[in-house]
């Protein structure tokens, strides 16, 4: 999937200038950036939920989004969320289990704590046949094991579903763990981009310092550093 020239504005307010790139099947990109930088209105065209100048192609047909609120529907069980997004029963029964969730199938959504909400919401993104999964910030409000058993999952499911994926975060060891290539969105453009080393599994944090601090450097020369 290719983006050529994308660009958003509200009245004079511009808010992405002419981004591009490519989106690749079974890879993932990572887009850093500090706060209003773009990332979550970048993510809602890819959606089609914002209309937009520019080329996309070819628009996926449909697209699994995980957004930075679960959004699920709280009058329903977790099975029943994910039953709703098209999962099939036996693929939740045995993604509920490698997610740890097993026990918590016939609770009320509504009842979750907000870490629970939050591995609930990745899984039901992976509900749906998609072309491209779209994760803002996907593992906040997770403890550590918790979100390394998610980057794990969501590595697998991306991967092994050959889906292109773009994944937000404010994270840069979430974004080195998982991603293919990293971008740094700054007032709309794409200030630098990183490609990684190929990986068979989720990269140990600590063992990529190098591209940290590079990447650190580039977020320290953007207007403000964030929760970085």
Same mark, same amino acid.
């Not at 045995?94 to 009320?108: F, V």
């Not at 980057?151 to 080195?176: N, Y």
């Not at 998982?178 to 630098?192: N, Q, R």
């Given at each position: 999937?290719?983006?050529?020239?994308?660009?958003?504005?509200?009245?004079?307010?511009?808010?992405?200038?002419?981004?591009?790139?490519?989106?690749?099947?079974?890879?993932?990109?990572?887009?850093?950036?500090?706060?209003?930088?773009?990332?979550?209105?970048?993510?809602?065209?890819?959606?089609?939920?914002?209309?937009?100048?520019?080329?996309?192609?070819?628009?996926?047909?449909?697209?699994?989004?995980?957004?930075?609120?679960?959004?699920?529907?709280?009058?329903?069980?977790?099975?029943?969320?994910? !039953?709703?997004?098209?999962?099939? *029963?036996?693929?939740?029964?045995? #993604?509920?289990? /490698? =997610?740890?969730?097993?026990? %918590? &199938?016939?609770?009320?959504?509504?009842?979750?704590?907000?870490?629970?909400?939050?591995?609930?919401?990745?899984?039901?993104?992976?509900?749906?046949?998609?072309? !491209?999964?779209?994760?803002?910030? *996907?593992?906040?409000?997770?403890? #550590?094991?918790? /979100? =390394?058993?998610?980057?794990? %999952? &969501?590595?697998?499911?991306?991967?092994?579903?050959?889906?292109?994926?773009?994944?937000?975060?404010?994270?840069?060891?979430?974004?080195?763990?998982?991603?293919?290539?990293?971008?740094?969105?700054?007032?709309?453009?794409?200030?630098? #981009?990183?490609?990684?080393?190929?990986?068979?599994?989720?990269?140990?944090?600590?063992?990529?310092?190098?591209?940290?601090?590079?990447?650190?450097?580039?977020?320290?020369?953007?207007?403000?550093?964030?929760?970085?």
């Amino acid at each position: 999937m290719r983006l050529n020239n994308i660009q958003k504005r509200y009245g004079e307010k511009v808010v992405l200038d002419g981004v591009s790139l490519e989106l690749r099947e079974g890879e993932i990109t990572c887009i850093l950036g500090r706060s209003g930088a773009g990332k979550t209105t970048l993510l809602n065209i890819l959606a089609g939920l914002l209309p937009y100048e520019g080329e996309i192609f070819p628009m996926p047909k449909k697209v699994g989004y995980v957004f930075q609120e679960s959004r699920l529907l709280p009058y329903l069980t977790v099975r029943e969320n994910l !039953l709703y997004a098209g999962g099939k *029963p036996e693929w939740i029964d045995e #993604t509920l289990q /490698k =997610a740890g969730l097993a026990a %918590l &199938a016939d609770r009320k959504a509504g009842s979750l704590s907000g870490g629970e909400k939050r591995r609930v919401a990745l899984l039901r993104a992976f509900c749906v046949d998609a072309d !491209l999964v779209l994760l803002d910030e *996907p593992f906040s409000a997770l403890d #550590t094991v918790s /979100k =390394a058993q998610m980057l794990g %999952l &969501a590595w697998d499911f991306i991967r092994s579903g050959g889906l292109a994926a773009v994944f937000v975060t404010h994270d840069l060891d979430e974004a080195i763990s998982i991603a293919d290539t990293v971008l740094v969105l700054d007032e709309g453009k794409i200030v630098h #981009t990183m490609r990684l080393p190929a990986a068979k599994e989720p990269r140990e944090y600590g063992k990529y310092a190098k591209e940290r601090q590079q990447l650190l450097d580039v977020m320290k020369n953007t207007k403000e550093l964030g929760r970085i």
